[in-house]
């Protein structure tokens, strides 16, 4: 049995990966991709992202998050959705419009509303506000802060919720995977939506994690738990371990360590519903890309030869 497999049998939703488009004429890529003894669940990394579907306004561009729905129907995985207001990969005439507090609402909803509704029914959950903090808990000061004021993420979800009633609403955030500031804000979050009367029903926890300062698992199960009792689920979105590169077997070991307590974590809470990689080899990870002389990131290598990582996320989940 591979991840996914596994990761049903503990009780879990899902393992997954996320993918993107320009991946997918690899065919020994998309092969695994399509996997689903090791993937039941896939996220397009950049397809349903703002600039790519609403690049000028009104209009509406589904061709490249389409190719990922439609995959993921045909491999029968469920689609995270990712995602609808985020400060980053948004349109010029968003980020640098002029705007007042009711016409940046309306250009917010009409984007979410469209949006929600191409991919009703085909999504498993919505990463509907990305990133609204800053490392210290406070709200980040981007476009939608800076006119709205913290109400839009309340009008965001609401907004959401009206389009598809039935998809899952989260918010999604890095650096909230074990307890301080950030993830007390993530939960200051949560509370607000909540107290709104709008719903939220999940956090997913980015986790784009170090190699040897990765949360213990214990650290990680005190923040969970504080999720937890807001009566949300958590995911697990983008999870990658990376490290300074050339990659040795002690790092190697390291990194399996990491992802092993991670995903153990997820596994002792009944409210961790799975947990997503930011794709799923090292040939396509972001990581090198932003961060100069870092890498190595994925439980699969460049040559999708599986890493020692991979049987440490198996035999988190309980498998062999
Ligand atoms: O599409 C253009 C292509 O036309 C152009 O030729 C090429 C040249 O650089 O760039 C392509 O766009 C790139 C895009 O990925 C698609 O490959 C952008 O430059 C690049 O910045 C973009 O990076 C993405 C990044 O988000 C942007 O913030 C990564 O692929 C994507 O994995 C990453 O994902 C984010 C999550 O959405 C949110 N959490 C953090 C995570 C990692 O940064």
Redesign the pocket.
Known sequence: AGLHAAAVAKGKVYFGS?T?N?ELTDAAYLAQLSNKEDFGQITP??AQ?WDSIEPTQGTFSYTKGDVIADLAAKNDQKLRC??LV?H??LPSWVSSGTWTNETLIAAMKNHITNVVTHYKGKCYAWDVV??ALNEDGTYRTNIFYQTIGEAYLPIAFATAAAADPDVKLYY?D?NIESSGSKSTGAQRIIKLVQQYGAKIDGVGL?A?LIVGSTPSQSAQATNLAAFAALGVDIAYT?LDIRMTLPSTAALLAQQATDYKNTVAACVANTKCIGVTI??YTDKYS?VP??FSGQGAALPWDENLAKKPAYEAILSALGGT
Do not use: L, P, R
């Open positions: 996320a993107d320009g990394g950049n992202k990712h995602t985020w980053s990969q990305n990133e999604n890095y980015q784009h983008e930011w794709d972001w890309s932003v």
